[in-house]
């Protein structure tokens, strides 16, 4: 699958020394694993099935984008590029967007990378 990524966190998802400063050594691995498993994936569907990071769809501000656990409240925000989130075209979606690291738990939204 192709990786993209919003122009304010590219610099911490394409060198990874960047991101253990800002979140921690722990954080960053766990991140590392997820977006090797992505890259790995034929298609964001298969990600989906493989349900590594217990990916799950987001709703509200995040409409349209899904989490991956990182830790217990916080999560990589990623965007599926295509035209609607039915099964059938997650099977197809072979590109997401990296929008960054969230605790969007409680009632403010705390980007830890945004």
């Excluded at 964001?44 to 709703?59: A, M, N, V, W, Y």
């Excluded at 609607?84 to 072979?94: A, F, N, Q, R, V």
């Excluded at 990296?98 to 969007?104: A, H, R, S």
Aim: hydrophobic share 30%; glycine share 8%.
């Amino acid at each position: 699958m192709q990786i993209q990524y919003t122009d304010k966190v590219e610099k911490y998802f394409t060198n990874f020394s960047n991101l253990q400063k800002k979140i921690g050594k722990e954080k960053t691995r766990t991140i590392k694993k997820h977006i090797d498993n992505l890259k790995a994936s034929n298609n964001f569907g298969i990600f989906l099935s493989l349900g590594l990071g217990k990916p799950h769809s987001l709703t509200g501000n995040h409409q349209g984008e899904y989490g991956i656990h990182v830790t217990a409240n916080e999560r990589l925000i990623i965007e599926p590029v295509c035209d609607d989130l039915s099964i059938e075209t997650l099977k197809l979606c072979d590109t997401i967007i990296i929008k960054g690291v969230e605790d969007y738990h409680g009632s403010k939204e705390n980007w830890l990378i945004p």
